[in-house]
């Protein structure tokens, strides 16, 4: 197997899937600011963990087509991005154009020993992945942390957004640590989600970092 058909494989088996969320459910009303950060997150990666392989790669293809008509990409000499787990808008695709346009592509590797915190590192090739922490593909231990990181665009992914760029995670603040004390302020931050997971209000934290834009398959949304 190749290098990059086992980076592929990674992503393919970090979306996690339950069979049982493969049924078909109505669309999903998420009351702004009525409903906590925890109900947000429970609905939406229910939802989004039903997504069917063909819809995550459909869908994801034209996140990506949107993201690829725009300056900041087009202009971009380095870009921070991340390895999809549990059915996020799937990014891998974008690595060979980095590569091929000798744009530094960056990704964050989990800090042993140190929860919620994360490095930044540069990735050149295929090879430079491995299964990293909670099984989501990171670049290999062995590669050195980029110690000054200052890319012109960042990709964040996330469980909802609205539209004025607060972002809901997790829970565990890795990207929340990273874009307030690694990335510089004239970074333009993207956020890239599926149209249902766009919600009216999420209830934001003094410390939650906004993306400047999200762009879902059928649009960009400028916050």
Known sequence: MTAKAQVLTMVRLSRVRR???CLRKPALKIPGNKTSKDEIRRTLLEKRLALKPNEVRGQSEKVLSRLR?????????????????????????????LWAGG????????RPGRPGEMDIVRVERYEDICPGAYGIPEPNPALPAVAACAP???LIPGIAFDRSGARLGFGGGY????????????????????????????????WDVRVHAVITPGEILWT
């Not at 725009?70 to 996020?88: F, I, Q």
């Open 19 to 21: 069979e049982k969320l």
């Open 69 to 97: 008509t725009l300056p900041a990409w087009r202009d971009a000499s380095g870009v921070l991005l991340y390895m999809p787990v549990k059915n996020e808008v799937d990014v891998s695709p974008l690595l060979p154009d």
């Open 103 to 110: 744009v530094r592509a960056l990704i964050p590797r989990c």
């Open 152 to 154: 012109d665009l960042a």
């Open 175 to 206: 990207f929340d640590r990273l874009l307030a004390s690694r990335i510089p302020q004239k970074t333009v931050l993207i956020g890239l989600a599926y149209a249902f997971q766009v919600v009216e209000k999420i209830p934001a934290d003094p």
